[in-house]
């Protein structure tokens, strides 16, 4: 039998440096999906999978020297951003340790027998339950957060689902390391090694994503990956939940008065955010829109400034780097496109951060001008100029769905008051999943009221993959209608032995 080896490649060289694993097979792809289709038992024990995810986080914690030592040779995102990335790795896993523990995530509601009503309402009772196996595909540019510990596979275990994560090829090594670490949790809390698997390869994810005994599946990457796979998991005989996040452009809107206000902030500000982590974030701004004249343009030159000053840097691979080279390269050839800092190659393995502008006009008529309007992955932005708010809601109502939308407004504008600001809030509500004002999209907080998502092709449904609502993605709804009450999952009893909080409706 043939086997094609998986490699461990340093970005900063382009040079392999080991050989992690081999691609699985269709048959060990089989093995892992039954290997964790089999523990779903024991993992139905609340009690153990709150204790499985604080082993995983503690467990993280103590190897974090190695676990970063791993991400950075990979990656080349730095000890200092992967520190802070585990930080968020392990803080997610204990949040939804404490979800378990709460069990408020289960949604119980209780109806009453009502003979009374007409028609009459028979004793119902309803809460959730996991869906089954998930697959999830681990992100290129978190190695952590959304890759084998990630915030995907923390909510499906927290839900009671087994995981099998497709590992990304960026950081094999580190995928390796971080399911040797959650394996030794489960067994640490008596539930089986095979709660978490990974396989490598590229047929290996389409053969996990067609697999009968997967029952939802989650990705974050690229719309052309993204879609192909959400089309594979639809075109199944039972088609499964797909909940992707693709791609987004996480529009800016610099009002007239925010830029007559502070300018250089605004500026200075924007360029961190569009080179943070190598312009590698999902939610990098990538489209601003900035107006004509002389404030417009004290904004332009403070980006100008701060890119002009920044060092060039890693990609997370080559294959991006050349896509990034060769994406600016295009866009800049586009008639009317300036290059105030030029983007593009910064050396043999580096890129340099810059940014593109363009009169709104020209987004507005479309053809070959559309390339601006598709996310070029890396540290680059287009500045829009607009002449009036007319003219940046029309460029707005050109854009797909996002991620997040941005607005920079003044501290008039910011009252309250209805007027153009409002009206801007209401437009891009339409359009992103996350709406932040005088800030920047590229922090998102695990909170509970976080929302990570957003219309396609920015995701491929309406959950949220950060925060702890990601939970609901891995389970679904069952009512109980007139069942003997020791029939009744322990959670829905009348004695309600698990104190499960519950919502009940009628005497």
């Excluded at 070029?376 to 287009?382: A, E, K």
Aim: charged share 20%; net charge negative.
């Amino acid at each position: 039998m043939t086997t094609t080896p998986v490699w461990s490649v340093d970005p900063r060289t382009g040079k392999q440096r080991e050989q992690v694993a081999v691609e699985a097979t269709s048959l060990e792809v089989d093995d892992a999906v039954r290997a964790a289709h089999a523990t779903r038992g024991p993992l139905a024990d609340a009690t153990a999978r709150a204790a499985f995810l604080r082993a995983a986080a503690t467990l993280l914690d103590e190897a974090a020297a190695h676990v970063i030592e791993a991400a950075d040779a990979e990656t080349a995102l730095g000890p200092g951003r992967l520190t802070g990335e585990l930080a968020r790795t392990t803080g997610q896993l204990r949040a939804f340790a404490d979800a378990v523990d709460e069990g408020a995530y289960l949604d119980v509601r209780i109806d009453r027998a009502d003979p009374s009503l007409s028609p009459p309402r028979p004793e119902l009772r309803r809460y959730k339950v996991p869906l089954g196996v998930v697959a999830v595909y681990a992100a290129s540019n978190f190695p952590l957060a959304f890759s084998v510990p990630g915030g995907d596979t923390a909510s499906a275990l927290a839900a009671g689902c087994p995981v099998v994560v497709k590992a990304h090829p960026d950081h094999p090594a580190t995928s390796e390391l971080c399911v040797s670490l959650l394996r030794r949790a489960a067994v640490s809390v008596g539930l089986p090694a095979e709660v978490v698997g990974v396989v490598h390869g590229f047929d290996a994810g389409l053969e996990l994503i067609r697999h009968p005994l997967v029952a939802a599946a989650g990705f974050t990457g690229s719309i052309r990956g993204g879609r192909a796979l959400f089309d594979a998991a639809a075109a199944r005989p039972v088609p499964i939940p797909f909940h992707g996040e693709l791609g987004s452009l996480n529009p800016v809107v610099v009002t007239p008065a925010a830029a007559a206000e502070r300018a250089e902030e605004i500026g200075s500000g924007l360029a961190g955010a569009v080179t943070l982590g190598v312009g590698q974030f999902c939610v990098k701004p990538g489209l601003v829109l900035v107006p004509v004249g002389t404030d417009g343009d004290r904004v332009t030159g403070a980006l100008t400034k701060a890119l002009g000053e920044t060092e060039p840097g890693v990609l997370l691979d080559h294959r991006m780097r050349e896509n990034f080279v060769s994406g600016v390269r295009e866009r800049a050839a586009l008639p009317g496109v300036d290059a105030p800092v030029t983007p593009g190659s910064g050396g043999e393995h580096t890129v340099g951060a810059g940014y593109l502008t363009v009169p709104a006009g020209s987004l507005l008529d479309g053809g070959a001008y559309d390339l601006l309007l598709e996310e070029c992955f890396g540290p680059v932005t287009v500045v829009v100029r607009y002449a009036d708010q007319g003219e940046a809601g029309a460029v707005l109502g050109r854009l797909g769905g996002n991620l997040s939308a941005t607005l920079q407004l003044s501290a008039t504008e910011s009252d309250g008051a209805p007027g153009p600001a409002a009206e801007l809030i209401e437009q891009v509500t339409g359009l992103a999943g996350r709406i932040v004002v005088n800030g920047w999209p590229t922090g998102v907080a695990v909170a509970p009221a976080q929302h990570h998502g957003g219309p396609y092709p920015a995701a491929t449904s309406h959950s949220t993959s950060v925060g702890g609502t990601a939970i609901e993605r891995w389970l679904r709804p069952v009512a109980y209608q007139s069942v003997p009450d020791a029939l009744l999952p322990a959670e829905l009893r009348e004695a309600n032995p698990l104190g499960v909080p519950r919502r009940v409706t009628g005497g």
